[in-house]
């Protein structure tokens, strides 16, 4: 089981706003960290720290975090953001990498 | 550019070993830790461990660590993975990622292999 866990499946209509949240008790003393993949391919970093984005993902993408809770938010979610997202983060011991089960964005 | 560029697809029975390779490159090897993904088909992403690539330290994730063995060869900027006494729950695609941090080692992966199938099947 994991020690973060994620929402399945989400649904968004074109263009409106979507929020993906990860939940954990170690997301109290740590960053969540997003990656997005789509089938077939390999995982892309889409956020990670407070709210930042690596070169080429679109300012669309942004992150927060309240206490056990962190969230990616997609505003004006586009065709493409149609993939599996995944948090991660360490474990409560924090020595170890913990991923969430992966949540499903269908853009409607 | 980075590129991480890992071996073939493998097919093992029951019981034997798997190691697998990840060659780096496109920055400089020692100044970032490399790290272990593995997802079972249809599943969700499961980290395996973490190489420190300039000391050749390993944290390993705790289910796989007796029989997981991560190392690295400087000279040839190579990542290697090795499983032991696999069973049918090791079948997965397993990625090496590099981690963004040079300091240590965070959870940010910041650039990824194609990954390798690693198939357990009698």
Redesign the interface.
């Known amino acids: 089981s994991?020690e973060l866990t994620q929402d399945p499946a989400v649904s968004v209509a074109l263009g409106q706003t979507v929020r993906i949240t990860c939940q954990g008790d170690s997301l109290r003393s740590?960053y969540a960290?997003w990656?997005q993949?789509k089938p077939g391919q390999?995982?892309?970093?889409v956020i990670?720290?407070k709210n930042n984005r690596?070169s080429g993902i679109p300012d669309r993408f942004s992150g927060s975090s309240s206490g056990n809770t962190a969230s990616l938010t997609i505003t004006g979610a586009q065709a493409e953001d149609e993939a599996?997202y995944?948090c991660?983060?360490?474990d409560s011991s924090g020595?170890?990498?913990?991923?969430?089960?992966?949540t499903k964005l269908t853009v409607l | 550019q980075v590129q991480l560029v890992q071996s073939g697809a493998e097919v093992k029975k029951p019981g034997a070993s798997v190691k697998i390779s990840c060659k780096a490159s496109g920055y400089t090897f020692t100044s970032y830790y490399m790290h272990w993904v593995r997802q079972a088909p249809g599943q969700g992403l499961q980290w395996v461990g973490v190489i420190n690539p300039s000391g050749g330290s390993t944290v390993y994730a705790q289910k796989l660590q007796d029989r997981l063995s991560m190392t690295r060869d400087t000279s040839t900027s190579t990542f290697y993975m090795e499983l032991s006494s696999l069973r049918s729950e090791d079948t997965a695609l397993y990625y090496c990622a590099r981690d963004r941090s040079k300091d240590g080692y965070a959870d940010t992966f910041d650039y990824w292999g194609q990954g390798t199938l690693v198939t357990v099947s009698s």
């Open positions: 994991s740590y960290t990656y993949q390999a995982p892309i970093l990670y720290g690596p599996d995944y991660n983060s360490r020595i170890h990498v913990v991923f969430g089960g992966g």
